[in-house]
């Protein structure tokens, strides 16, 4: 007889897997290998979440949804100030406790890239979220696509460079423009 799924352990180690793929900047290792950097098996991981597949995609999908999260609550700190709620999400974006998880997201879109079907829909998916999150904080849809190919471009441009103020140069730009 097999063991009922533990929601909250479930949770428990896709937190972990998430701190260890920020950490590291990337998810390209074995499933032993990352249930051995958070202190637990591969068997576990994959009684939890099926695959190495469908572990990537639900960390990734955590750490998308944190990130629109602190969109939101930067926009809801500064009354309104869409330029400021920006400025702190390209700083937020940009702080080095979040360099490892922009190498991941660009992983991603290299498998995309690279021909992967799957990371490619789920990457699809998730452009779809962004654009919904940005179209409410911005009112306007085709503001709201051109804001997130900047904040893409500007990230590649940084990872790329090390140079962050030309991103934030990019977002003043782009408010006092529009």
């Known amino acids: ?10 949770e428990e180690l896709l937190e972990k897997c998430l701190n260890a793929a920020i950490e590291t900047g990337s998810l390209d290792c074995s499933i032993n290998v990352i249930a051995k950097r958070i202190g637990t098996s591969g068997r576990m991981l ?3 979440f099926g695959s190495k597949q469908e572990l990537e995609k639900q960390v990734i999908s ?7 999260d602190k969109l939101w609550s930067f926009q809801s700190t500064e009354d309104g100030d869409t330029l400021k709620a920006l ?5 937020h974006f940009t702080s080095l406790e979040m360099y490892g998880l922009l190498k991941l997201t ?7 890239v690279q021909g992967d079907i799957e990371t490619r829909q789920f990457l699809e998916l998730e452009s779809q979220k962004w654009l919904e999150a940005l179209s ?6 085709d503001m709201a696509l051109m804001l997130l190919h900047l904040f893409q ?25 529009t």
């Open 62 to 68: 955590l750490l998308e949804r944190r990130l629109r």
């Open 46 to 48: 994959v009684y939890h």
């Open 106 to 112: 660009m992983e991603l879109n290299q498998r995309a």
């Open 153 to 177: 471009g500007a990230v590649l441009d940084y990872l790329t460079t090390g140079n962050a103020g030309r991103g934030e140069q990019t977002i003043r730009n782009f408010i006092r423009l």
């Open 1 to 10: 007889m097999s063991r009922p799924p533990e929601p909250q352990k479930k």
């Open 136 to 141: 409410q904080l911005l009112h306007d849809e």
């Open 87 to 91: 400025l702190q999400m390209w700083e």
